[in-house]
């Protein structure tokens, strides 16, 4: 009887509270709550890769999962550009300047991918371009190259959720659905996410990431 109530305790709490189980079993908080999920499709995002190269042989989209990859030695997203190699899914279908917005996908980087970017929040005041980027370097997952928001992400598939909102001026990261990260925003009047492979630095001759179940949620009013 006593198992009986727990489960039926624990059901209530999860219907009640809005708070769901992942996929271990851990009761965390549900963080599409008081967000409305937008449309999400090929007409919300463009690819960037190198100028040079068809897309096919940096991006593929297969049985819902976009995979991204390039070579140190690949050429800019234009002629001429000074920025680093880069394949990504530049999500300029919804950009925003106000309010508090949500990215959400699943997540898997192969072993050996270092030295780059995996997610962006894109704008920010000058110098920077960016007010987030979620790189790996070594295995473990990083805030720029300042912080490790977790270790050892290699060869398995995890939740990443950011959270900005820009009138707090704050970042959020959540692995898994657990609050990992949180940091202040870098200004900026325009922004928009941004995900693939964006070299960095130290980055490795191959860098590949792959994403599904892309969301972008927008707080609701
Ligand atoms: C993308 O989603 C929008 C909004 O739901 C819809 O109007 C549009 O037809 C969709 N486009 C494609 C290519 O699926």
Request: charged share 20%; aromatic share 18%; proline share 3%.
């Given at each position: 009887?006593?198992?009986?109530?727990?489960?039926?305790?624990?059901?209530?709490?999860?219907?009640?509270?809005?708070?769901?189980?992942?996929?271990?079993?851990?009761?965390?908080?549900?963080?599409?709550?008081?967000?409305?999920?937008?449309?999400?499709?090929?007409?919300y995002?463009?690819?960037?890769?190198?100028?040079?190269?068809?897309?096919?042989e940096r991006?593929?989209?297969?049985?819902?999962?976009?995979?991204?990859?390039?070579?140190?030695?690949?050429?800019?997203?234009?002629?001429?550009?000074?920025?680093?190699?880069?394949s990504e899914?530049?999500?300029?279908?919804y950009?925003?300047?106000?309010?508090v917005?949500?990215f959400?996908?699943?997540?898997?980087?192969?072993?050996?991918?270092?030295?780059?970017?995996?997610?962006q929040?894109?704008?920010?005041?000058?110098?920077?371009a960016?007010?987030?980027?979620?790189?790996?370097?070594?295995?473990?997952?990083y805030?720029?190259?300042?912080k490790?928001?977790?270790?050892?992400?290699?060869?398995?598939?995890?939740?990443?959720?950011?959270?900005?909102?820009?009138?707090?001026?704050?970042?959020?990261?959540?692995?898994?659905?657990?609050?990992?990260?949180?940091?202040?925003?870098?200004?900026?009047?325009?922004?928009?996410f941004?995900?693939?492979?964006y070299?960095?630095?130290?980055?490795?001759?191959?860098?590949?990431?792959?994403w599904?179940?892309?969301?972008?949620f927008?707080?609701?009013?």
């Amino acid at each position: 009887m006593y198992h009986l109530k727990h489960i039926a305790l624990v059901l209530g709490v999860v219907f009640f509270s809005r708070l769901c189980i992942d996929t271990r079993g851990w009761l965390i908080n549900d963080l599409a709550l008081g967000f409305t999920c937008l449309p999400f499709n090929k007409t919300y995002y463009i690819n960037n890769k190198p100028y040079n190269l068809p897309l096919e042989e940096r991006y593929s989209f297969i049985n819902g999962v976009h995979k991204l990859w390039v070579f140190s030695t690949d050429e800019p997203l234009y002629r001429g550009s000074q920025t680093k190699p880069r394949s990504e899914l530049s999500i300029n279908g919804y950009k925003y300047s106000t309010g508090v917005w949500q990215f959400e996908a699943h997540v898997f980087v192969p072993y050996g991918t270092s030295g780059v970017s995996l997610m962006q929040v894109f704008g920010a005041s000058y110098p920077h371009a960016s007010t987030l980027m979620v790189r790996v370097y070594n295995g473990d997952l990083y805030y720029y190259r300042e912080k490790v928001i977790v270790h050892d992400i290699y060869n398995k598939w995890f939740r990443l959720n950011v959270i900005h909102n820009v009138e707090c001026n704050s970042v959020k990261v959540y692995i898994n659905g657990i609050l990992k990260f949180k940091g202040h925003g870098r200004g900026g009047t325009t922004h928009y996410f941004k995900c693939g492979v964006y070299a960095q630095d130290r980055d490795s001759f191959y860098m590949e990431s792959q994403w599904k179940n892309i969301k972008i949620f927008k707080k609701s009013k």
